[in-house]
């Protein structure tokens, strides 16, 4: 399940299980996308990016879903393993610089 | 090969000290940032730089200044410390502001005691 308050949105997931990962964004002129992974320690890294003339993009595992009516991003994770655990973050364009989403940790259940 | 890497990884110091975070990457990008991540995981921008402009988030106290002696360095000094500043702070890198996604270092655990 997912729960959002003060602290950071977790999602708890089985592992094995699709995840699905939640993103508003503010900025109708945002044309570029991107979803992060940061695990424990490190930085956040590159996943997938979607620009705004597509509406579905695949990698190997993740899907990115855009929906420019809503300004609604999310990320699919298939077959959910443990090495998925981390954060998640979406980023959208806004001027030259990319604005990130407040985070959801992913936590992969055994 | 490390494509961003930060020094130091940690960082503990007292109130009112003057310290340094030196970035580097070997990636040949054109721009170079830098994060604040704080305690609930938020990222936000501080500054983002090329060999033709500097752009300050305006909500940045002018405590913190960014050094960048050539393209693929830059640097954050941070001076006067204040406890509110203890953070994660990352450095990132990107062929083309706004365009293509970022590298990201590992990040830089100051700790304001």
């Known amino acids: 399940g997912e729960s959002v308050g003060l602290h950071l949105p977790t999602l708890s997931v089985q592992e094995g299980d699709n995840s699905i990962i939640n993103c508003a964004y503010s900025n109708s002129a945002s044309d570029y996308f991107i979803w992060y992974k940061q695990e424990s320690g490190k930085g956040p890294q590159f996943i997938i990016d979607?620009?705004?003339?597509?509406d579905k993009r695949q990698g190997q595992r993740v899907t990115v879903l855009l929906n420019k009516t809503v300004k609604h991003l999310s990320l699919q994770i298939a077959a959910t393993q443990p090495g998925d655990s981390a954060v998640y973050f979406c980023a959208e364009t806004y001027g030259q610089n990319f604005v990130f989403g407040p985070g959801t940790r992913l936590s992969v259940l055994p | 090969d490390t494509a961003v890497s930060q020094t130091p990884k940690y960082l503990v110091t007292q109130m009112g000290n003057d310290k340094s975070i030196k970035c580097e990457q070997n990636?040949?990008?054109?721009?170079m940032y830098w994060y604040k991540q704080d305690s609930k995981k938020f990222l936000k921008i501080m500054f983002s730089?090329?060999?033709?402009?500097?752009?300050i988030n305006e909500t940045v106290p002018n405590r913190f200044s960014p050094k960048s002696p050539d393209k693929a360095h830059l640097n954050l000094h941070i001076n006067s410390l204040e406890l509110g500043d203890s953070a994660v702070y990352f450095c990132a890198s990107s062929q083309e502001a706004g365009i293509s996604g970022y590298t990201f270092g590992s990040g830089t655990r100051l700790t304001v005691v």
């Open positions: 979607i620009r705004s003339n597509m």
């Open positions: 730089y090329n060999n033709k402009e500097l752009i």
């Open positions: 990636l040949g990008h054109d721009t």
